[in-house]
């Protein structure tokens, strides 16, 4: 099975930062990479699909890359509607597993 | 509009079964395939299962195969998630969500359902 090994688990930052979140895989994933946003009690909402597709609607602050098994998911300029969860998650073969998460917290 | 609605959680005993069914709406659903994705209270996201557009392929997490079983009913624009032999670390809530998949999953979950929570108690 893939693992994903996603960090920070927790990040501490301001309005008008830039952070970036990694996640490796513990194997080839071509780009089947997902990121999701989650705000407490809410469901997820898919950020970035093909681990650098940013969907429609989602703010241009969000980007994602890849770089062999590596993936990084940046916003830059943080939003207070940014502090949030974040997990990754590999598409590539089942199990479809995600990364732990990075709770995303306001300094 | 597009949407998903999970419904059938509940409070139940361990070593009991139950069935989640998760209507869809707004879309050509017989074109997607579908994920069941559970969370602990205060954890992560956990991947339980897919099933592809035509039930021609299901995938089970280590932790729920031989347990869960996902099955769709296109007719009813329905997918379920029955759940047998239940364990108190199946509690959370339970949310689908709609994807496109292959040989893998390219489209990623764009669109989930408000979640229902199960409960695994004695």
């Known amino acids: 099975d893939i693992q994903m090994t996603q960090s920070p688990s927790s990040l501490s930052a301001s309005i008008g930062d830039r952070i970036t979140i990694t996640c490796r895989a513990t194997?080839?994933?071509?780009?089947?990479l997902n990121w999701f946003q989650q705000r407490p009690g809410q469901a997820p909402i898919l950020l970035i699909s093909r681990a650098s597709d940013s969907r429609r609607g989602v703010p241009s602050r969000f980007s994602g890359s890849r770089s062999g098994t590596d993936f990084t998911l940046t916003i830059t300029s943080l939003q207070p509607e940014d502090f949030a969860s974040y997990y990754c998650q590999q598409t590539y073969s089942g199990p479809f597993t995600f990364g732990q998460g990075t709770k995303l917290e306001m300094k | 509009q597009v949407h998903l609605a999970e419904s059938g959680g509940t409070v139940v005993q361990p070593g009991t079964s139950l069935r989640l069914s998760c209507v869809a709406s707004g879309f050509s659903f017989n074109t997607y395939a579908f994920h069941w994705v559970r969370q602990a209270p205060g954890k992560g996201l956990d991947w339980v299962a897919v099933i592809w557009y035509d039930g021609s392929y299901k995938y089970y997490a280590d932790s729920v195969k031989g347990r869960f079983t996902i099955s769709r009913d296109n007719s009813k624009t329905t997918v379920y998630l029955e759940m047998n032999s239940l364990r108190p670390e199946d509690t959370g809530v339970y949310y689908c969500?709609?994807?496109?998949?292959?040989?893998?999953?390219?489209?990623?979950?764009?669109?989930w359902g408000q979640g229902t929570t199960v409960t695994v108690s004695s």
């Open positions: 969500a709609r994807d496109r998949c292959s040989t893998s999953c390219y489209a990623g979950m764009d669109v």
């Open positions: 194997q080839n994933i071509d780009n089947y």
